[in-house]
């Protein structure tokens, strides 16, 4: 699936909640399902600066793509963390890197992206594009691409 | 006070409640439940009526010219500064300095009298219970002066280690900063205590009283502090406003903060002659509109009395402390004898932002995170609290509002 498709399919789960009470029994759920990040990777290092929830980021790069795991000490952070990881991992660094994120509008957290909400989250699809960029510069480099 | 002494005799509530419009807001359908005072508190229609009549009816600048307008403009400010000092029971009205607010003061003061009598070797004074804007400042100016910062500790109550501080006094220290009420915890400092320690070793007492001010009396002749900073937007004001008290002693032996218009006597290339106080200390236009709206807060704070407010937000917080310390897993946060209405707590296991967000889904707004206190917070282990903080126009109804969101925010985050 495309970053696009699974945004779509994103969307339309959450379509079929009924209060906010389902969308974030849902959210956190989703954060549990987060791939979590290697112990060994969870150091200050790693550390997304957000001003409340602290979030954890680690990317590996294999054949072309980019996987990322993650961890964060507050859970609804841990469930928005896992959706971004979910529409972003896996990819071609090219595609992260021009991805639009719509769905976090769509499904109406857009109030978790604003810079009052200081989780981290943010920052994080910042990070996750430049880490993005620097693989895509670095294939261009090789001449792989 | 005896148990027929109720709500209803000190306060009619219903009525200064529809004094507060922004009360009347919804979120996600409820009832707004506004309990971030601390951080800032709502305007009643005394305030925002005056805003609109400053700018129908007074508009101009001030103490600079000589028409009408100019000078009814003027009159108002000065009656204000006249207002506030009364507030405070300063003892002359040109102690009464305008800033942008609490940090802006802390920082005048810092800025001033740090560059005036604080020099190498030297020591500041403050506790760990202050905000950043009565830490950083002082840090920059040690840092400046090769002077050092010295910390008084708290207890596991948070409530500050006298003993400790009484410890840390002697002729190297210049100046001690300490706030009156902790904005994260709540705590009532004793500050007379430590005023009188520090004036037996002639050592100037800075009081935060940004907290403070809004809760109960404050009369700084009594408590013969020697600066005292507040802002307007905490004590139903508008923003961007602040005072600085300072004594006159003082005030007149401090060199200028700022430098521009108003603050000078006389200017030629080779040399400035400062205006006397307060103007000294008040360069450029000021916040003309919010200085005068200061005084409607004032006037609207007298009308309901400080003392009635002190008895109904006490009683306010002792039924939240009541009601929340019911729930299971609840840690508070401060826990000292002596409290303003502010209640600070963790649920075990759970981070205070997750707790955030769920009640703004309900409606009702707290504050999360470490509300400026990092050291503090560190000092208990923890990234942050819930802080929910009480204010006069709030009820015992929005206080079991806040105790079912907390229960079910934690059946959900668990
Ligand atoms: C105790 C205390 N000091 C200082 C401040 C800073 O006030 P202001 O941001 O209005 O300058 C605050 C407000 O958050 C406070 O609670």
Known sequence: MTINEIQDELIEEFSLFGDWMEKYENIIQMGKELPLINAQYKTDDNIIKGCQSRVWLHADYKEGRIFFTADSDAVITKGLVSMVIRVLSGHAPAEIMNAELYFVDKVGLREHLSMTRSNGLLSMIKQMKMYAMAMHSKQNANGTV | ?414
């Open chain 2, 1 to 414: 006070m005896n148990a027929l002494h109720t709500t209803a005799d000190i306060l009619d509530i219903e009525k200064i409640r529809a004094d507060f419009p922004i009360l009347q807001t919804k979120v996600n359908g409820r009832p707004l439940v506004y309990f971030d005072n601390a951080a800032s508190s709502q305007k009643p229609w005394k305030v925002i009526k005056a805003i609109e009549d400053y700018y129908t009816k007074l508009n101009s600048n001030v103490h600079r010219g000589v028409h009408h307008l100019s000078q009814k403009a003027t009159d108002a400010f000065e009656a204000s500064r006249r207002k506030v000092a009364a507030f405070i029971n300063a003892a002359h009205d040109y102690e009464v300095i305008f800033t942008r607010g609490t940090t802006e003061s802390i920082n005048l003061v810092a800025h001033s009298f740090g560059k005036r009598f604080v020099n190498e070797g030297d020591v500041v004074i403050i506790s760990a219970l202050e905000h950043h804007s009565n830490i950083v400042p002082w840090q920059m100016l040690c840092e400046d002066r090769g002077a050092k910062l010295k910390v008084i500790p708290i207890n596991e109550k948070g409530e500050l280690n006298i003993e400790a501080f009484r410890e840390l006094l002697d002729d190297t220290v210049k100046i001690v900063s300490v706030n009156y009420v902790s904005n994260s915890l709540g705590t009532i400092n004793p500050v007379k205590e430590i005023i009188s320690l520090a004036r037996y070793n002639d050592i100037p007492v800075m009081l935060d009283v940004a907290q403070a001010v809004q809760h109960m009396p404050i009369d700084v002749q009594e408590l013969d502090v020697d600066f005292a900073a507040f802002s307007s937007h905490k004590m139903y004001g508008p923003t961007g406003i602040g005072v600085l008290y300072g004594k006159e002693s003082w005030l007149n032996k401090m060199p200028p903060y700022q430098g521009g218009g108003e603050m000078i006597k006389t200017v030629t290339f080779d040399k400035t002659v400062y205006n006397e106080l307060p103007f000294k200390f008040e360069a450029g236009t000021p916040h003309i509109e919010a200085v005068i709206c200061l005084s409607a807060a004032i006037d609207y704070i007298n009308e309901i009395g400080l003392d009635n407010i002190a008895r109904y937000e006490h009683e306010l917080l002792v039924y939240a402390t009541e009601q929340l310390s019911m729930i299971e897993g609840i840690r508070f946060i401060g826990t000292a004898d002596n409290k303003a209405s502010v209640v600070s707590f963790n649920l075990d296991g759970i981070h205070a932002y997750d707790v955030g967000v769920i009640l703004d889904q309900l409606g009702i707004a707290v504050r999360t995170g470490h509300h400026c206190t990092q050291p503090l917070m560190d000092i208990f282990c923890i990234p942050g609290t819930v802080r929910a903080s009480f204010a006069f126009y709030n009820t015992k109804e929005e206080i079991d509002a806040l105790v079912e969101g907390v229960k079910r925010a934690s059946r959900m985050l668990r």
